[in-house]
């Protein structure tokens, strides 16, 4: 999907569509990537002459793949975050990178949605979670 098609299945526009694609990659398997240009919102003051892509944003990109998940649920409602657990810094995320979100379902019930992923930078993982999300 591009940054058009992410746009139909989630409420999220620039600057906070956080994903340049994702894409359905197996029964229950998500895939989305980012590259960081270095120019980002999120990074002004994060930090001077080292920017670094802070832990909050990683896990809203993972998120934004979570969603690709259950994208015929999510068209016309909005996805909200439940929670985040075991959330996991692995490695440092910076200007030129292309980071790669691997997300899975592991349950659902109702309207919420419980998901895992894990970002990787050159195959090296970066961050890892488990997500929840309210569709309201």
Same mark, same amino acid.
């Given at each position: 999907?591009?940054?058009?098609? +992410?746009? *139909?299945?989630?409420?999220?526009?620039?600057?906070?569509?956080?994903?340049?694609?994702?894409?359905?990659?197996?029964?229950? +398997? !998500?895939?989305?990537?980012?590259?960081?240009?270095?120019?980002?919102?999120?990074?002004?003051?994060?930090?001077?002459?080292?920017?670094?892509?802070?832990?909050?944003? $990683?896990?809203?990109?993972?998120? $934004?793949?979570?969603?690709? +998940?259950?994208?015929?649920?999510?068209?016309?409602?909005?996805?909200?975050?439940?929670?985040?657990?075991?959330?996991?810094?692995?490695? *440092?995320?910076?200007?030129?990178?292309?980071?790669?979100?691997?997300?899975?379902?592991?349950?659902?019930?109702?309207?919420?949605?419980? !998901? *895992?992923?894990?970002?990787?930078?050159?195959?090296? +993982?970066?961050?890892?979670?488990?997500?929840?999300? !309210?569709?309201?």
């Amino acid at each position: 999907m591009t940054k058009e098609e +992410l746009k *139909q299945i989630i409420p999220h526009r620039e600057p906070m569509l956080l994903l340049d694609e994702a894409s359905l990659t197996g029964e229950n +398997l !998500a895939e989305g990537k980012y590259t960081v240009r270095g120019d980002e919102w999120f990074l002004q003051g994060h930090f001077p002459g080292n920017p670094v892509v802070p832990g909050v944003i $990683q896990c809203e990109m993972m998120a $934004q793949t979570c969603c690709v +998940l259950f994208a015929e649920d999510v068209k016309g409602h909005t996805p909200l975050f439940g929670g985040l657990d075991k959330v996991r810094f692995k490695g *440092q995320v910076k200007p030129g990178d292309t980071i790669v979100f691997r997300c899975s379902t592991v349950k659902h019930r109702g309207p919420f949605y419980f !998901a *895992q992923g894990e970002g990787f930078v050159n195959d090296t +993982l970066v961050v890892k979670a488990e997500l929840s999300f !309210a569709v309201t």
